[in-house]
C-alpha cells in the first residue's frame, strides 16, 4: 500500500488542523493504521491509531481529548482531526499502516510509511 498524507500548514494556538492520509492498493480495510509524528531535533512519536474497522483507537496522552482519529474504508483514507493546537504539537506528521488487523504504538510494528506532513503551531 502506497500512503500520501496532506493538510498539515501553519495554524495559531487554540485552532484546528485535518491531516488526510490517501491510499492507493488494495485491501485498505486489512490494514491497521496510526499517526506519528516528528518535531525538530527529537525522535519520532506515536500519536494515534486505529484498527482494520475503526472500532478501536488509541491516543498517546497528550493528545487525548483534543485529536480524534479516523478512517473511511470506502474511500482508503486515513484521517486525524486536531483541536485546541498547541505550539508542542509543531511536528512534521507521518500516516503509517500495517497488514494486520489490531493496532499498534510502536512504529517498528508498521511497514508502511507516507511522507509526511509538517504542521506548525505558532503561540
Known amino acids: 500500500v502506497q500512503l500520501q498524507a496532506s493538510g498539515g500548514g501553519l495554524v495559531q494556538a487554540g485552532g484546528s488542523l485535518r491531516l488526510s492520509c490517501a491510499a492507493s492498493?488494495?485491501?485498505?480495510?486489512?490494514?491497521?493504521l496510526g499517526w506519528f509524528r516528528q518535531a525538530p531535533g527529537k525522535e519520532r512519536e506515536f500519536v494515534a491509531a486505529?484498527?482494520?474497522?475503526?472500532?478501536?483507537?488509541y491516543y498517546t496522552d497528550s493528545v487525548k481529548g483534543r485529536f480524534t482519529i479516523s478512517r473511511d474504508n470506502a474511500k482508503s483514507t486515513l484521517y486525524l482531526q486536531m483541536n485546541s493546537l498547541k505550539s508542542g504539537d509543531t511536528a512534521v506528521y507521518y500516516c503509517?499502516?500495517?497488514?494486520?488487523?489490531?493496532?499498534?504504538?510502536?512504529?517498528?510494528?508498521?511497514?508502511?510509511w507516507g511522507q509526511g506532513t509538517e504542521v506548525t503551531v505558532s503561540s
Open positions: 503509517a499502516a500495517r497488514s494486520n488487523l489490531v493496532m499498534r504504538t510502536n512504529a517498528n510494528e508498521y511497514a508502511y
Open positions: 492498493g488494495r485491501t485498505f480495510s486489512s490494514y491497521s
Open positions: 486505529i484498527n482494520w474497522v475503526g472500532s478501536s483507537t
